[in-house]
């Protein structure tokens, strides 16, 4: 069975750092692609960054390029998102997500936003782990 773990996650004062980290079991990275997502309250989910093991390919969202870095150790099975410059608006449950479908995850990160029903098309959800950003 698929599970994935985040961790990492906390209170932080702006212009801080963060590494979330995203622990797989049952799957190898070597053939999953993994995506971060984040839902501030009463907000919808978005995504962050997915990486590719497959291809190396990885993508951000806009409000994250040049301050977020995706990277995965395929021999822990482990994705990591070290956000650097941490902003206020940064704040959100952060959640991962294994997918077998590359093409599946970076459609959605495409999008920005997703709906609960789009979220759903992804089966393999982690619990989350909340980051604070103070001002």
């Known amino acids: 069975e698929v599970h994935v773990v985040e961790s990492g996650g906390g209170l932080v004062q702006a212009g801080g750092s963060l590494r979330l980290s995203c622990v797989g079991s049952g799957f190898s990275l070597d053939d999953y692609t993994i995506g971060w997502f984040r839902q501030a309250p009463g907000k919808e989910r978005e995504g962050v960054s997915c990486i590719s093991s497959r291809d190396g390919s990885t993508f951000y969202t806009d409000s994250v390029k040049g301050r977020f870095t995706i990277s995965a150790d395929n021999a822990k099975n482990t994705v990591y998102l070290q956000m650097n410059s941490l902003k206020p608006e940064d704040t959100a449950v952060y959640y991962c997500?294994?997918?077998?479908?590359?093409?599946?995850?970076?459609?959605?990160?495409?999008?920005?936003?997703?709906?609960?029903?789009?979220?759903?098309?992804?089966?393999?959800w982690g619990q989350g782990t909340l980051v604070t950003v103070s001002s």
């Open positions: 997500a294994a997918e077998e479908s590359r093409s599946l995850v970076f459609s959605l990160m495409a999008l920005g936003t997703i709906t609960t029903t789009q979220a759903g098309f992804l089966e393999n």
